[in-house]
C-alpha cells in the first residue's frame, strides 16, 4: 500500500496541468519556397508557406517564427538544429526527414505525416501533436515539456531515454513503442494503445503513470503474475 501511494502522488504530481500554450502566428505573408533556404542566415518571420514539395533538401540550422505551414511536403530533408518558434504546421509530410537537436517552442503540428522521422535529441516545449502519424520516427533522448499528444500514431515509433515533464498522452497508438528508461510519471494511458509497449523488465518506466485494468494486466503477466 506504501508504495501505491507513492505511486498516486507520483501521478497527481507529475500530470500536466494545463494545454501547451497556443503559437502566436502573426498575420502571416504568403512567401515564396525558395524564400526558406534564406532562413538559415536570416531568420524566417511572419511567413505563410501552402502546397509546396521539397525533397533531400538541405534546411539544417534554419530560424522559423511566428510562421504558418499548410499542405507542403519535405520528405527526406535535413533540419538538424532547426529552430521554430511559434509555428504552425498542418497537412505537411515530414516522413524520414532529420530533426535531431532542433527546437520547437510554441507550436502545433497537426495532421501531418512524420514516419520515420528522426527528432533524437530535439526540444519539444510547450508543442501540440494532433492527428499525427509518426509511426517508426525516433525521439531517441529528446526532451518534452508541456507537451500534448492527442489521436497520433506513435506506433514502433522509439522513445527511449527521452526526458518528460507534463505531458499528456490522449487516445494515441503507442503499439509496439520502445520506451526504455522513460519515466511516464503523470501520464494517463486509459484512452491509448499500449499493447506491446517496450519497457525494461522491472517496468520501472511505469511507476507513477494510470492505465486501465485490462492495460495493467498485460504488464502484471510480464512480471510472472498469473492474471485471471
Known amino acids: 500500500m506504501f508504495r501505491q501511494r507513492l505511486a498516486q502522488e507520483a501521478f497527481e504530481k507529475g500530470k500536466a496541468k494545463r494545454d501547451p500554450m497556443a503559437p502566436r502566428v502573426r498575420a502571416a505573408v504568403p512567401c515564396r519556397p525558395y524564400d526558406l533556404f534564406g532562413a538559415r542566415e536570416e531568420p524566417l518571420v511572419g511567413a505563410a508557406l501552402e502546397g509546396a514539395t521539397f525533397e533531400e533538401e538541405d534546411f539544417s540550422g534554419i530560424e522559423v517564427a511566428n510562421s504558418a505551414f499548410s499542405c507542403c511536403s519535405f520528405r527526406k530533408c535535413d533540419f538538424t538544429g532547426a529552430y521554430f518558434k511559434d509555428v504552425r504546421f498542418k497537412n505537411c509530410d515530414f516522413s524520414n526527414g532529420s530533426f535531431e537537436r532542433a527546437v520547437f517552442e510554441r507550436c502545433v503540428i497537426e495532421t501531418s505525416k512524420c514516419l520515420g522521422a528522426s527528432f533524437s535529441r530535439s526540444l519539444l516545449r510547450e508543442v501540440v501533436l494532433q492527428g499525427t502519424d509518426c509511426s517508426l520516427a525516433s525521439f531517441y533522448q529528446a526532451r518534452w515539456r508541456n507537451v500534448l499528444l492527442r489521436e497520433t ?70 512480471l510472472g503474475l498469473v492474471v485471471e
Not at 164 to 175: D, G, P
Not at 197 to 219: I, K, N, T
Open 153 to 222: 500514431n506513435l506506433s514502433e515509433a522509439t522513445l527511449s531515454e527521452g526526458d518528460f515533464k507534463s505531458v499528456s498522452i490522449n487516445e494515441c497508438n503507442l503499439i509496439a513503442a520502445e520506451c526504455v528508461h522513460v519515466k511516464f510519471i503523470g501520464i494517463d494511458f486509459t484512452t491509448s494503445q499500449i499493447e506491446g509497449l517496450v519497457v525494461s523488465a522491472g517496468l520501472d518506466e511505469l511507476f507513477g503513470s494510470r492505465m486501465d485494468v485490462y492495460q495493467a494486466a498485460v504488464f502484471a503477466r510480464q
